[in-house]
């Protein structure tokens, strides 16, 4: 479980994040909803050390991640994994070699082990004949699902996805969603992703926090934001004319 | 205040900045190593791509320039009152006090330091280097310190390849041009040897591989924005190391003379 207490974060003048307080559970898929610039890709970057809070709480099970030392910060993250927007794969080295990469730097596993760890991700994800492959010789979707294989492969307690759907097609998206809401509760992960994909709020959204403004505006799971009265949720879950008209119509039904 | 000293101290303040920026990440970068086999891996790759793959260069380079100063040498003081063998004694200092140590490590700042700072800026911006950090891996002792290592380790080969080379230019122009007799070359190359211009030659150019690989690291290391930032860097690092070559060679020249 992740809490976050009273977190603020600035750049210079401008204040990002206003004090947001929630907690992501575990076991669950935890969505961070919110437009663009509403501090959402900040927030998470405060949850991984990428950035520094100005002030307040991380607790990861307890484990206060803000006034850790480096060290404990270094070991902390080895129990994260991170997928991001455009899937980081080192260009150097091949699929397989990517999803290896955490194994030879941390683990003890002999060469066969670490391959053999490595190939069974790479099976998860559906990549078994890529492995040979550079990450510029295959998809968008193909990348982002070989950043999960490589997040996956140390067993992380913590998965953090920041915008995993970006460029993707719905099809190929709804496979992304499929895959990190399976993997979630396979391994009992923490995870957390950053979206603005509606179909990834409806389909897999376990508990959803809504970031307006750089505070939280809202909280909940997936079925109460039809019957939502908070109008900011609203208009940002529904903003075209087309869903507002699917959402009159599935509550007139009811 | 007046305005002029008002920039003028923003422009030293700029510049400490940056060399405190500087000397941070080189804190960071130079720590012990997480998993020597990987730090070995990256080690004798970056052996391989900054400095054996920089040899044809180097060579070709020397080759020419060798010829080029024997020929010059030859041209220009020759002398009745001048001994014979002064085009290759000549030729021979410039070579190994100057050419291949200082001018040849300004080639490479252009070869090198921009393929340095390209690559560790397109990691940054591309979030290769976010996602090292995430893992918890120290992102600058991993990227950079093979690189410097690597770079300072095969420096001295193309020191001697160089003079090697452009001695062979010399005996290029001597056989083939027939500027002068390969026994007068010889008898230059060979007259009043001091072993300690070659070590003076050694020592400088590891100076210089320092300044080549860890300037444009961190040029490229801290590149924020996109592919425009990117090229911005990797002129700003090719541009820095070859000032800090020429200036340092100055000091160095004259300590070590």
Redesign the interface.
């Known amino acids: 479980m992740i809490e976050v207490k009273n977190l603020y974060k600035s750049f210079d003048e401008k204040q990002v994040l206003k004090g947001i307080s929630t907690v992501f559970e575990d076991g669950k898929t935890n969505l961070i909803i919110g437009q663009s610039g509403s501090g959402k890709t900040v927030l998470i970057k405060n949850l991984?050390?990428?950035l520094e809070p100005t002030s307040g709480q991380i607790l990861y099970d307890g484990r206060d991640f803000v006034h850790m030392s480096k060290e404990e910060?270094?070991?902390?993250?080895?129990e994260?994994?991170?997928i991001?927007?455009?899937a980081?794969?080192?260009?150097s080295l091949t699929v397989l070699e990517n999803v290896m990469?955490?194994l030879?730097?941390?683990s003890s596993m002999t060469l066969r082990e670490r391959k053999k760890r490595a190939m069974d991700c790479l099976d998860r994800v559906n990549l078994i004949g890529a492995e040979n492959k550079y990450p510029g010789e295959i998809s968008g979707g193909m990348q982002k699902r070989v950043a999960i294989a490589r997040a996956i492969s140390m067993n992380p307690k913590y998965l953090?996805c920041d915008e995993p759907n970006s460029g993707l097609d719905p099809k190929t998206s709804l496979v992304i969603d499929d895959l990190l809401h399976s993997i979630t509760q396979e391994f009992k992960m923490t995870t957390i992703i950053n979206t603005h994909d509606m179909n990834s709020v409806m389909g897999i959204g376990e508990n959803i926090v809504f970031i307006y403004e750089g505070h939280k505006e809202w909280q909940g799971v997936s079925s109460d934001i039809m019957h939502s009265t908070n109008q900011k949720l609203t208009d940002f879950i529904f903003a075209s004319d087309l869903l507002k008209d699917m959402r009159a119509a599935i509550l007139k039904n009811e | 205040m007046h305005p002029t000293t008002n920039i003028e101290s923003m422009i030293i303040h700029s510049y400490l900045t940056t060399f405190g920026r500087y000397l941070m990440l080189m804190g960071r970068t130079f720590s012990v190593p997480e998993r020597f086999r990987m730090f070995w891996k990256q080690y004798v790759k970056e052996m391989e791509q900054l400095g054996v793959n920089s040899i044809g260069i180097v060579l070709l380079i020397s080759f020419f320039i060798g010829a080029v100063i024997c020929i010059q040498m030859k041209l220009n003081i020759e002398s009745p009152w001048m001994p014979r063998w002064v085009a290759g004694f000549t030729t021979r200092e410039i070579m190994l006090l100057e050419f291949s140590s200082s001018i040849m490590c300004l080639i490479l700042a252009g070869k090198v330091g921009s393929n340095i700072a390209s690559e560790l800026g397109t990691m940054r911006v591309t979030q290769q280097i976010d996602a090292l950090d995430i893992m918890g891996i120290n992102s600058a002792s991993y990227l950079i310190l093979p690189k410097i290592l690597g770079m300072l380790t095969i420096m001295p080969f193309l020191v001697i390849f160089s003079s090697a080379m452009g001695i062979g230019g010399a005996y290029g122009t001597a056989f083939i041009g027939h500027i002068m007799t390969p026994d007068d070359l010889t008898l230059g190359l060979q007259h009043d040897f001091i072993p300690w211009f070659l070590w003076m030659s050694i020592i400088k150019s590891q100076f210089f591989a320092f300044i080549i690989s860890s300037v444009p690291a961190y040029y490229g290391y801290t590149v924020e924005g996109g592919s425009v930032n990117v090229g911005k860097a990797s002129t700003d690092a090719v541009v820095s190391s070859s000032m800090l070559i020429l200036f340092s060679d100055v000091f160095l020249t004259q300590l070590l003379s």
């Open positions: 991984v050390g990428l910060k270094v070991m902390m993250r080895r994260m994994g991170m991001f927007q455009s980081a794969l080192f260009d990469f955490p030879d730097m941390f953090f």
